[in-house]
């Protein structure tokens, strides 16, 4: 059984983040989407709102579970017996990032694999900043977010 974990900030899920999930649970027996409770960052969204939000856009996809973690990665993966981590490029920008650290996590768990998934086209733009930075002046934010979560997303500017 091959348990994959996507970690990421989901702050809030974007189609990009969905096209990962979408994609990348067909490549291993369960993928576990890891909410990171980043303590260092203050998110808009709380972790509770980010995992119930990933969870109503997937939730016809029967092998995915959500989860909030926080600590290493390396940690969480050991715990959830998970190979490989999976994360998306989408441009050259992410890939040094990323290389860095896959390289630290696997100095950390030399039996931790990763999977690199490169953004769809579409979506190579796309990133939660700029979901947050349209939804605060009340710009359509209607082709970056899945349909079910555009109200949750705009309620939370509304109430600023
Ligand atoms: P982090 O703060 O960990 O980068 P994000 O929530 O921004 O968290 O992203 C999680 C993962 O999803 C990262 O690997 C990122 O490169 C990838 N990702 C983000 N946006 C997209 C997108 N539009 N298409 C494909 N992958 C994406």
Not at 76 to 104: N, P, W
Not at 137 to 151: E, K, L, N, R, T
Request: glycine residues 4%; proline residues 3%; neutral net charge.
């Amino acid at each position: 059984m091959v348990v994959g974990i996507y970690p990421g900030s989901f702050d809030p899920v974007t189609l990009g983040h969905l096209d990962l999930i979408k994609r990348s649970a067909k490549m291993v027996d369960t993928l576990i989407v890891g909410v990171l409770n980043n303590k260092k960052k203050v998110p808009v969204f709380t972790e509770e709102e980010k995992k119930s939000m990933i969870e109503l856009v997937t939730k016809d996809i029967p092998n995915v579970q959500v989860e909030v973690f926080e600590g290493l990665l390396v940690d969480f993966a050991r715990i959830k017996k998970a190979g490989v981590i999976i994360r998306g490029l989408r441009a050259v920008s992410d890939f040094e990032y990323e290389l860095q650290m896959t390289q630290l996590n696997r100095q950390l768990e030399k039996s931790l694999d990763n999977i690199f998934l490169t953004a769809s086209l579409e979506y190579t733009y796309l990133s939660s900043s700029a979901v947050r930075e349209i939804a605060s002046y009340h710009g359509d934010i209607s082709s970056m977010v899945p349909a079910q979560i555009i109200d949750l997303v705009e309620e939370k500017y509304k109430k600023k």
